[in-house]
């Protein structure tokens, strides 16, 4: 199997539709060294080089007027260590083929983000993560990590070996290069249990502090325009399996999470008037359920109606009131907002720019269906976000630039001062890089 390039690549867009990019060649490498050269034949052409997996993003992480590298040939499981609980994977691949095929073997994850449609490196990038008290982001369970940079040099990376690099790379953002290759701790495969049921939004917020200090993985949605909130509970569990039965899953997963939500949006886009209304109706259609199952069935669902998204992170303290403030804010407002916010939880890592760097972190995602004007909403969510001194997800909708990062992030200057020295020419840079990293 060899690289194929296109010089003809047409334009790019992302799953939301709202980032495209024109590059001038398409390189899908079929080894490292293809992409190493792929990368010096860019340096020779005076052309910037980005990756881009699914496309998962809403921000333009991944553009570029340069060379566009597709990793779809760089897919599946280099190396399973039993000894060091590790797994080695190409990265190209989905989430999806990484868990399945880790379940196979009796292993799993720690803890997983809500889908599992991006490739490994797209989703840690940007650092994608789930809901825990106690276990963190994708990223944060990276052991080790190899990196293609500006040169073609082709790095390794952990604690031991390279450890200024790991210390950034495992949330890079693209900037420092192109991470081929993650090696991810692992631990033996488990269940969980999800309890999943209805509160009301003045519940949560009063019992907010106990939900989460008693649950190892808590999550809600709020619905805006109602009182009401969907809550999950996911708990380690001795078994026995009880999964989701096929006809009740396709029911709530498919038919009302998916088909029915996508008629409701279609509906509030035509008729905003109507979405307070909807709105009730939705955040009354889920019934509590139990199940229990391994764990990605657990943490992933399908999202199959698209949106765009804002997601900030805020210090865990501040979110009973942050998020009552948003609340208000929706209520007093005209705004017309059909999807609900989503709330999840994270501890404190040690990565340079993850969002929960240093702190514990609390997630608010804020959502708006396609094709629907969200600037209004989400000028105003960024608003309330940013007076908690937010950290806005790095592959979401945000207008922060590099001199609020440098304020809201101590550790911000290395992780510069390292993209001054592995991409000193800025290879691999865009606008939105230049945006939040500085020139």
Not at 2 to 14: D, I, P, Y
Not at 142 to 169: K, M, Q, R, Y
Not at 189 to 204: C, N
Not at 308 to 325: D, F, G, K, N
């Amino acid at each position: 199997m060899s690289t194929a390039v296109s010089e003809k690549s047409g334009t790019w867009r992302n799953w939301a539709g709202n980032v495209t990019a024109l590059p001038v060649r398409e390189v899908t490498p079929a080894s490292v060294d293809e992409l190493s050269a792929a990368v010096r034949k860019a340096a020779e052409d005076g052309l910037t080089v980005k990756a881009v997996g699914t496309g998962h993003s809403f921000t333009a992480a991944a553009a570029t007027d340069g060379v566009l590298i597709r990793p779809q040939l760089l897919t599946g499981i280099r190396k399973i260590d039993r000894t060091a609980m590790t797994v080695t994977v190409e990265a190209g691949t989905p989430l999806k083929r990484l868990n399945t095929a880790l379940a196979r073997e009796g292993l799993s994850l720690t803890n997983m983000g809500d889908i599992m449609e991006q490739t490994v490196s797209g989703a840690t990038s940007t650092g994608t993560h789930g809901t825990g008290r106690d276990s963190a982001s994708i990223a944060a369970q990276i052991t080790g990590l190899e990196l293609v940079t500006a040169d073609g040099s082709v790095l390794t990376c952990s604690a031991n070996e390279n450890p200024e690099i790991f210390a950034s790379a495992r949330i890079g953002i693209g900037a420092l290069g192109i991470v081929t290759a993650i090696t991810f701790s692992v631990e033996p495969l488990f269940l969980l249990t999800a309890r999943e049921e209805p509160m009301s939004f003045d519940k949560v917020m009063t019992d907010f502090e106990e939900l989460f200090t008693e649950n190892e993985h808590f999550e809600f949605y709020w619905f805006p325009h109602t009182g009401n909130c969907n809550t999950k509970r996911n708990n380690r569990s001795a078994g026995p399996e009880n999964p989701v039965g096929p006809v009740r899953g396709w029911i709530e997963d498919e038919f009302l999470s998916n088909g029915a939500f996508q008629v409701a949006n279609l509906l509030g886009r035509a008729v905003p008037a109507a979405i307070p209304s909807i709105a009730g109706i939705s955040s009354r259609a889920l019934s509590a359920r139990t199940y229990t199952d391994i764990p990605y069935k657990v943490f992933t669902s399908p999202r199959r109606v698209r949106f765009v998204e804002m997601e900030y992170a805020v210090p865990r303290e501040a979110l009973v009131e942050t998020l009552r403030e948003l609340k208000s804010m929706v209520d007093r407002s005209t705004l017309r907002v059909s999807f609900p916010v989503e709330v999840r939880t994270a501890p404190a890592d040690d990565i340079t720019l993850s969002t929960a760097s240093g702190r514990e972190s609390a997630y608010i995602a804020v959502h708006m269906f396609r094709g629907t004007p969200y600037q209004a909403y989400f000028t105003a969510a960024e608003r309330i976000f940013t007076a908690h001194e937010g950290r806005p997800h790095w592959g979401k909708v945000h207008t922060r630039d590099a001199e609020y990062f440098s304020r809201v992030y101590p550790r911000f200057g290395e992780f510069t001062a390292l993209r001054d020295r592995l991409d000193p020419d800025r290879r691999f840079a865009n606008d939105y890089l230049r945006r939040i990293l500085g020139s």
